[in-house]
């Protein structure tokens, strides 16, 4: 069974410092990782994915085998990143597991 | 290219009556995914249809039904509805192979069951 856990429902940060959303998932095969990111009023959309290893608005994540954990960071928060933040792994179907979810605000 | 559609985007229905939802791919995607969406239970998987064939299903009773037409629009049926179908329910179209697998989400249709 595959498993993906946000433990953070909630996370405020101020304008300018570092963020961390963490994700931890379980699967006993080689998963892929995601995260979807919601922003107001709009649809669900493709943050980043693992295989790309590329930052997207400033956002990284690495995938921790060790640890199973896929942490989503960015080094200065910005207002405009408030959003759901949703973890999701795909394993050898295409269907997503996706976790609770964390609303993260940014203070100005 | 237009974004993924889904049709309507709200509804209102009452405990045993069923319902269809509608959702029109991205052009060229041939794969289609359901997702039901509430404040309990978060984003859960319903099923993927690919070139109008089932292909996975989610752990969902078989009052939740779908197809998917040879032009790859899908539609969902529930049927003899409860009150804890009230949902978002949440269409995905799909491109890609493997690790390249991405999927984009359309609006969603919001059901409410009375």
Sequence with gaps: ?108 | KAGVTQTPRYLIKTRGQQVTLSCSPISGHRSVSWYQQTPGQGLQFLFEYFSETQRNKGNFPGRFSGRQFSNSRSEMNVSTLELGDSALYLCASGEGQGATYEQYFGPGTRLTVT
């Design chain 1, 1 to 108: 069974a595959q498993r993906v856990t946000q433990p953070e429902k909630l996370l405020s940060v101020f304008k300018g410092a570092p963020v961390e959303l963490k994700c931890n998932y379980s699967y006993s095969g080689s998963p892929e990782l995601f995260w979807y990111v919601q922003y107001s009023r709009q649809r669900l959309q493709l943050l980043l994915r693992h295989i790309s290893r590329e930052s997207i608005k400033g956002f990284t994540a690495d995938l921790n085998k060790g640890e199973t954990s896929f942490h989503l960071k960015k080094p200065f928060a910005q207002e405009e990143d408030s959003a759901m933040y949703y973890c999701a792994l795909s394993g050898s179907a295409r269907q997503l597991t996706f976790g609770s979810g964390t609303q993260l605000t940014v203070l100005p």
